[in-house]
């Protein structure tokens, strides 16, 4: 997979990671990526081009 940028909001800092997965919810598709510091996930809005692309 292709390296993404996420925005973790709680330690307020940028990372990237090759290591999400694509996940739908209400028909928009997102990359859903663990913290690097702490336990829970960050999500980053896809746009249905770029999701077909990443799914496969």
């Known amino acids: 997979m292709e390296s993404l940028s996420f925005y973790d909001v709680k330690s ?3 990372f990237d990671s090759a290591d999400y997965r694509v996940q739908e919810k209400s028909g928009r598709f997102f990359a859903v990526v663990k913290s690097p510091v702490g ?3 960050c999500w980053r809005v896809l746009g249905k081009d770029q999701a077909a692309k990443l799914k496969k």
């Open 39 to 41: 336990t829970h996930e």
């Open 12 to 14: 307020k800092k940028k």
